[in-house]
């Protein structure tokens, strides 16, 4: 079994920062594709930014210039730096891993969630 597990949500003033991570453990033979995603209140969850294996990056235009993403091969971590923080990021975020275990095949995992809200 994997699991993964976040840290890092809260509440932040706009213009502040937070940064997320989220931790994978369990039958992990390798981790492909790591990404962040996220859901308002009433909105579909979307892909907020996710980083390969071999480090290639991709964000979503709303986050380009403010969000980092990063990985930690070793630790099998990932993370997201969120700077310059908008009321419209308030959201809960979801930690997505692409992993390889072995025998069982290569599957998505989803972490329990982060609640992050930005407001004065």
């Known amino acids: 079994q994997v699991q993964l597990v976040e840290s890092g949500g809260g509440s932040a003033q706009p213009g502040g920062s937070l940064r997320l991570s989220c931790a994978a453990s369990?039958?992990?033979?390798?981790?492909?594709?790591m990404a962040w995603y996220r859901q308002a209140p009433g909105k579909q969850r979307e892909l907020v930014s996710d980083?390969?294996?071999?480090?290639?990056?991709r964000y979503a235009d709303s986050v380009k210039g403010r969000f980092t993403i990063s990985r930690n091969n070793a630790k099998k971590m990932v993370y997201l730096q969120m700077n310059s923080l908008k009321p419209e990021d308030t959201a809960v975020y979801y930690c997505?891993?692409?992993?390889?275990?072995?025998?069982?095949?290569?599957?998505?995992?989803w972490g329990q969630g982060t609640q992050v809200t930005v407001s004065s």
């Open positions: 369990g039958n992990i033979f390798r981790v492909y594709n």
């Open positions: 997505n891993v692409e992993i390889w275990g072995g025998l069982t095949g290569t599957y998505d995992y």
């Open positions: 980083v390969t294996s071999g480090g290639s990056t």
